[in-house]
């Protein structure tokens, strides 16, 4: 559980939690809404900060009118949520601090920066924005005026909904994957409500730091992605040219948060503020991975409504747990309804997807699953690699109250007395090849 604290900026209380215990302060400025609780909830992002924690005392705060804060009317300009980062420091013990400003995070930081140079040990921008506007004059921003009332006008019933373009334009490398849908849509609607999301991006749309960036005197490092979909490379360029001494790095990719791959963005901050840079640890092993998600999840939660749909999948949660417990399985993560579980073999997976599968329907509900054996990374209590890639498109596969798995299982489980039925060649999205794919027969 998050040691949530709560700083005194005026008459606003600012949610802020601390990570890590380094040398070095930093003050992460995340981007257009966040909830401290919920994001700590995505293992990328809590890998993330965990990481930034190795070196550094990592304060994390929601931004007034936003996740765990006071509510505010309306929005408040740059220079009013600025005094939430002095606010944040105080609290916290902090004469001074690196800034990591990310998105609309930037700006931010950049005015904090060039306001109180004294309390400012570095700047750090990543994804960091100049203007949102797009036109003639600044041809490098988000949006035109006309795209951006067309997407105001859309908000409210878009708004805290699963299936939005979030993973789309934030981070690419992702796939969109039903539980990081759910998850991305969860944080939008604990971060704000629509009316709230619509005053905190008016205000963003008006934001133009260029006249700000020329004055900034402190040691700045900016991180851009070349492919950025959010928030245009020129952006970090721009930069680059404008402030002072400013180190510009270019990383390849196309991810506006440096969450997902976070290796080379980790390790040019941590060369930047200590003057080391030390490699990630990761491990490599061989493990199944099994997938399992609620099948018509957002048509049951509509029907069912809010309290009930929570009872169901704490219900759910609970069996899932349990025969993950039964059958030897790790969990890595959930988010939403869906769960990414481990074995050290893959006949015990398979009895674990199918096992879940029976106990759910006591709750009406049905469940699909994904099975594949491969080579995974294992860093800290997260898992990467392609095998995590291909589990993830084999359940995608199945079918209600379905057990798949990729011929990989099948041929690894021969003799034990397992039987399968073979669902043909697919290609699965992401993933190079066409890969047989068989359903786990009862």
Known sequence: MLDVRFARSGDVHVAYHVVGDGPVDIVYVQGAWSHLEVEWELPAYRRFCELLGEFARVMVFDKRGMGMSDRVP???????R?????AVMDDAGSESAALLGNS???PLSMLFAAAHPERTEALILAGGEIRERRDAEWPWGEATEEEFEASMATLPEQWGKPGGRFIEYFAPSQDNTPWLMDWSARLQRNANTPSGAEAFMRMAFGIDVRDIVPTIRVPTLILHSEGDRLCHVENGRYLA???????YVELPGADHLPWFEPDRAIGEIREFLTGRRVPITSDRVLATVLFTDIVGSTDRAALAGDRRWRELLEAHNTIVRSQLGRFRGVEVNTAGDGFLATFDGPARAIQCGREIGRQVKQLDLEVRAGVHTGEVERVGDDVAGIAIHIGARVAELAGPGEVYVSGTVRDLVAGSGLEFADRGSHELRGVPGEWRVFAAAE
């Open 74 to 80: 309306g929005a408040t300009p740059l220079d009013v």
């Open 82 to 86: 600025m005094d939430d980062i002095r």
């Open 104 to 106: 609309e995070g930037g």
């Open 241 to 247: 040219r404008e402030i002072p001494g400013a180190r």
